[in-house]
């Protein structure tokens, strides 16, 4: 049974690949995955039981380079999502302009109920099981949903020991701690990207930041330093929420303190200072800013009609349902696309991949400038050429970076 996120994903790109006027041959070849490869994994686990756990990777297109992209690790992944995320990740390399191609992985496990002694055995099984479909030519994986930068430290360590050698032979994975080949900046790339994207977008919106209220769902790698990054720069983050609630506080919450909070082991629903509120009226709140930083199909048409916020950036990926992004449309609110508000993430692993092939070393004054510009760059693209066409900001990225994979395939050839 196909996922909505699928469909949903598959639906955007024939709607403006038609338009754009790709050959059809063209668009049956990238509505769907050239890989996909499904995965039993039967670790050992610290309980003395072989456990078994499905894992799934994807490779979408790899047209302009490697395939790249995150894995995910959540109960309920299915392959249809994880294709999904593999075909965004096409576009999404494609509009940021580095040289890498789509690709996606899950593991179906709750990485909530693992401890980190089990979480670290049964990413090396991952590891170890997916080891000839990864590699810097190949698909180099980061982290997404579920897992994180230790994870990463753990797929290297795991493919370096495995070869007997002290370091990997160019990069095989990004995201991995500064201390285990990654690049400074990698942990806050896609907040930060998300912050560089509402302040271009506000300022054309005339949404004056000092006054600019925030309501963000996620505060996992994404959404925490979304939220961190606009509380310094002086916006006014006045709900937050993760899997477990949702808190409110509309003269301003303190992120750092809700940072100091979580770090003493609490939950974000118990911060003090806050009035905890009912999931499904985040998205309803009367705030200038909205930030899904969580999963995808968020943004329904069962929500998006109450929604008052005048700017809508796309922190998760596939948020929005197509439904839903008529009823915004409609409703005149701004929406910086999940391909263009997120790429910062994929734009810094970019750089990890160069440094790391490279031996180089590079600060994070070099990483944080670089991504500014190009974040700024290809916004300024995207508005251009939604301007130009009278179009709404998603269908400007996706035609961009539809046309430069399509022509890159045109440019390799089609044999036989
Ligand atoms: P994460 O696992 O670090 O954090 C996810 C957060 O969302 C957690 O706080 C979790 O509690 C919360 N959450 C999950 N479901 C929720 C729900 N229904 N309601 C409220 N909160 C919910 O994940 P992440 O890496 O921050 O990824 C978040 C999103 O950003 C995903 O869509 C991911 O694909 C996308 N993304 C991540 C990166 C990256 O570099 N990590 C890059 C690009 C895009």
Redesign the pocket.
Known sequence: MESNHFLNTIENFRRVAEKCQIHPDLIERLSRPRETVKICLTPLMSDGRVHIHTAYIAQHNRALGPAKG?I?MAPSVTLDDISA?AMEMTWKTSLIGVPFGGGKSGIVAD?ESLSPQDKEILIRSFTRSAIRHIGPEIYIP???????ERDMGHIRDCISYSSGISVTRGCYVT?KPVLCGGIPGRRE??GKGVAITVGLASRLLGIDLAQARVAI????????VAAQELFRRGLKIIAL????G?IWNPSGLDVDGIQEHLRGGNSLATFPGSEPIP?SELFSLDCDILVP????N?ITPANAENIKARLIAE?????TTPEADQILRKKGIFIIP?ILC??G??FVSYLEYTQETQREQMTVEEVENRLQQRLEKCFEEVFSNARAGNIEMRSAALEIAIRRVADAIVCHGFYP
Request: aromatic residues 2%; hydrophobic residues 35%.
């Open positions: 995150g995910r995320l990485p980061a982290p997404d949903m579920g897992t994180n995201g790339a896609t769902q996620g505060f996992g790698n994404v959404g925490a929420a993760d899997i477990h949702t999931s930083a969580a999963s995808s968020q922190g998760a990926n596939g948020p999940d997120n790429a993430g994929v």
